[in-house]
T-cell receptor, first 115, second 118 residues
Framework: AQKITQTQPGMFVQEKEAVTLDCTYD???????LFWYKQPSSGEMIFLIY??????QNATEGRYSLNFQKARKSANLVISASQLGDSAMYFC????????????FGQGTTLQVKP | EAGVVQSPRYKIIEKKQPVAFWCNPI?????LYWYLQNLGQGPELLIR????????DSQLPKDRFSAERLKGVDSTLKIQPAELGDSAVYLC????????????????FGEGSRLTVL
C-alpha cells in the first residue's frame, strides 16, 4: 500500500500567487515525521520543511508552510508569493517511528510558475 | 561546510558492464543512504548504513548490487552486471543520528549519479 500519496502530477501557478501541493500519508505509528523536498532540474534534493507528528502548530519556513491535518492524514505544502525559481519537482516524504531515519517518498508533483 | 559529494555525475555504459558510484557524506553524519530514482518518480531506498553497518538493505537487489561503507565514512555502490533497467539516478544522502535526537532528522542529498545503460 502507498504510504505517501501525491495526487497532483503537475500544477501551474501564476507568479506571485499562492499554491498548495497535496500530500496524504498512511501510518499506524503514532510517532512520525513529514518532510517536503524540492528537486529542481539540476537534480539535487533540497529540504524545505519538517512537521513532527506531535507538533502542535503547523510548520512554517519563510514562504513555505505545511498545512498539517492529523485526523485526515494530510500534510499539504503551501507556497506563498510564488517565484519563477519555484518551478521544480516537489516531494512529500515520511519517516516512521523512533528507530529509523529512512524516508519514504511520494511520487512527486511538478510545479510550473508562469510569469 | 561541504555537502554530500557524489561521483561520477554521469555514467554511460553498455549492458553487462560493471559500474561503481562513490559517495562522501557530510562530516560527522553517521547515517548514509543510497536511493534509486527513476525518471519522474520519487526516490526509493536501496540501503541505509548506520556507521559501517548496513541496517536496512531489504530493497537492494543483491544478485547484482553491492555496497560498502568500510570505515563508516564514504561509501561505494556497485552494479555488476548492469542491465538496461538500471538506468536511473542514484542518490546518496546522509543524516545525523539516523534521524533521531534533537534535530529533525532531515536527509541531506548529493547531486546524484545519473546512469545510462545502453
Amino acid at each position: 500500500a502507498q504510504k505517501i500519496t501525491q495526487t497532483q502530477p503537475g500544477m501551474f501557478v501564476q507568479e506571485k500567487e499562492a499554491v498548495t501541493l497535496d500530500c496524504t500519508y498512511d501510518t499506524s505509528d503514532p510517532s512520525y515525521g513529514l518532510f517536503w523536498y524540492k528537486q529542481p532540474s539540476s537534480g539535487e534534493m533540497i529540504f524545505l520543511i519538517y512537521q513532527g507528528s506531535y507538533d502542535q502548530q503547523n510548520a512554517t519556513e519563510g514562504r513555505y508552510s505545511l498545512n498539517f491535518q492529523k485526523a485526515r492524514k494530510s500534510a499539504n505544502l503551501v507556497i506563498s508569493a510564488s517565484q519563477l525559481g519555484d518551478s521544480a519537482m516537489y516531494f512529500c516524504a515520511m519517516r516512521e517511528g523512533s528507530n529509523t531515519g529512512k524516508l519514504i517518498f511520494g511520487q512527486g508533483t511538478t510545479l510550473q510558475v508562469k510569469p | 561546510e561541504a555537502g554530500v559529494v557524489q561521483s561520477p555525475r554521469y555514467k554511460i555504459i553498455e549492458k553487462k558492464q560493471p559500474v561503481a558510484f562513490w559517495c562522501n557524506p557530510i562530516s560527522g553524519h553517521n547515517t548514509l543512504y543510497w536511493y534509486l530514482q527513476n525518471l519522474g518518480q520519487g526516490p526509493e531506498l536501496l540501503i541505509r548504513y548506520e556507521n559501517e553497518e548496513a541496517v536496512d538493505d531489504s530493497q537492494l537487489p543483491k544478485d547484482r548490487f553491492s555496497a560498502e561503507r568500510l570505515k563508516g565514512v564514504d561509501s561505494t555502490l556497485k552494479i555488476q552486471p548492469a542491465e538496461l533497467g538500471d538506468s536511473a539516478v542514484y542518490l546518496c544522502a546522509s543524516s545525523l543520528d539516523g534521524g533521531l535526537g534533537l534535530n529533525t532528522g532531515e536527509l541531506f542529498f548529493g547531486e546524484g549519479s545519473r546512469l545510462t545503460v545502453l
